[in-house]
């Protein structure tokens, strides 16, 4: 029988927390864009309307939430949300900076841990 470490009990709790987090909120960003349209500063919809930058926003964070989870997709997986994330906290002002700074800090640490240790 394999047993485990609390390191590796620890990283599979925050792993499932942190991404648990991305997913549900790529999902309300597919199922329920107008919950943060109002989100968008009046400057980035240029090009698309701002119910289709949320959508597309909410796709490839629900996509690279799954492959990341999954240990699928190397490094890119983990660079694409870190950038999304900054896009996040680059545009976005109020509670959800707090928020989105905190997962941003969490995928710092758990692709720091997952890329040094390989060990889980």
């Keep these: 029988m394999k047993t485990f470490s609390c390191s590796q009990i620890t990283y599979w709790i925050g792993k499932i927390l942190l991404l ?15 919950m ?12 698309f309307s701002a119910t289709t930058m949320v959508i597309i926003h909410g796709i490839i964070m629900s996509i690279t ?4 989870f999954f240990n699928k997709g190397g490094r890119w997986a983990y660079f694409i949300l870190l950038l999304m994330i900054v896009a996040v906290l680059l545009s976005v002002r109020g509670m959800t900076l707090y928020r989105d ?4 800090g969490g995928l710092l640490i758990l692709g720091q841990n ?3 240790k390989k060990t889980v």
């Design 36 to 47: 943060f349209v109002r989100l968008i500063p009046a400057w980035a919809p240029a090009i």
């Design 101 to 104: 700074l905190a997962i941003f």
């Design 114 to 116: 997952h890329f040094n």
């Design 65 to 68: 939430a799954i492959l990341v």
């Design 20 to 34: 648990g987090t991305v997913l549900y909120f790529g999902y309300k960003g597919i199922f329920n864009p107008e």
